[in-house]
T-cell receptor, first 117, second 113 residues
Framework: GAGVSQSPSNKVTEKGKDVELRCDPI?????LYWYRQSLGQGLEFLIY????????KSGLPSDRFSAERTGGSVSTLTIQRTQQEDSAVYLC???????????????FGPGTRLTVL | DAKTTQPTSMDCAEGRAANLPCNHS???????VYWYRQIHSQGPQYIIH???NNETNEMASLIITEDRKSSTLILPHATLRDTAVYYC??????????????FGDGTTLTVKP
């Protein structure tokens, strides 16, 4: 079946512009995660959704970052007034997170590479 | 979520077992140990996870100490394609609402011919 997909795969924008990154999770996965990975660094947790709600927004680096999820499926990460330090690969993951499952393994998408000029 | 500590890098000879350690001394009782790996320019890939008991699948084995404060990922016969960054994380299961996953910097495993 289809895995996690993200679009666009690459995005180049100018400083100060807004960008929207999209994540389509695996069908039936209730949990969805956003991470950021700067060049040569590990994954930085941004936000997590269970269904349409986000119990933990503590990882969002500033109020320029926001995310939403509708219909328990697609999620959008929005970055307003982009800065050069926002340049990174933004990764999305989803997990089944349902009763009867032992764990909560995450399946990752290929990421969106954001470059802010 | 509990933090984890891993060595920055390790080397392994092709065909030999690769043993990657992870310390998670502050793990709580309802947290699982997960291992992922990330091959260059790709998204992370799930490998294995466990709670208390040792686990084995087609990719690897996971050995968790009795006190659960550390674990070891074993790749029994490493190949060149196993060269990657390996992340050990701990996080809650589906019912803890603890979705935050702290990946850290991982261990860069280099498998050499």
């Amino acid at each position: 079946g289809a895995g996690v997909s993200q679009s666009p795969s690459n995005k180049v924008t100018e400083k100060g512009k807004d960008v929207e990154l999209r994540c389509d999770p695996i069908s039936g996965h209730t949990a969805l995660y956003w991470y950021r990975q700067s060049l040569g660094q590990g994954l930085e947790f941004l936000i997590y959704f269970q269904g349409n709600s986000a119990p933990d927004k503590s990882g969002l680096p500033s109020d320029r970052f926001s995310a939403e999820r509708t219909g328990g499926s697609v999620s959008t990460l929005t970055i307003q007034r982009t800065q050069q330090e926002d340049s990174a690969v933004y990764l999305c993951a989803s997990s089944l997170a349902r009763a009867g499952t032992m764990g909560n393994e995450q399946f990752f998408g290929p990421g969106t590479r954001l470059t802010v000029l | 979520d509990a933090k984890t500590t891993q060595p920055t890098s390790m080397d392994c000879a092709e065909g030999r077992a690769a043993n990657l350690p992870c310390n998670h001394s502050t793990i709580s009782g309802n947290e699982y140990v997960y291992w992922y790996r990330q091959i260059h320019s790709q998204g992370p890939q799930y490998i294995i996870h466990g709670l208390k008991n040792n686990e084995t699948n087609e990719m690897a084995s996971l050995i968790i100490t009795e006190d659960r404060k550390s674990s070891t990922l074993i790749l029994p016969h490493a190949t060149l394609r196993d060269t990657a960054v390996y992340y050990c994380i701990v996080c809650g299961g589906w019912d803890t609402n603890a979705g935050k996953s702290t990946f850290g910097d991982g261990t860069t495993l280099t498998v050499k011919p």
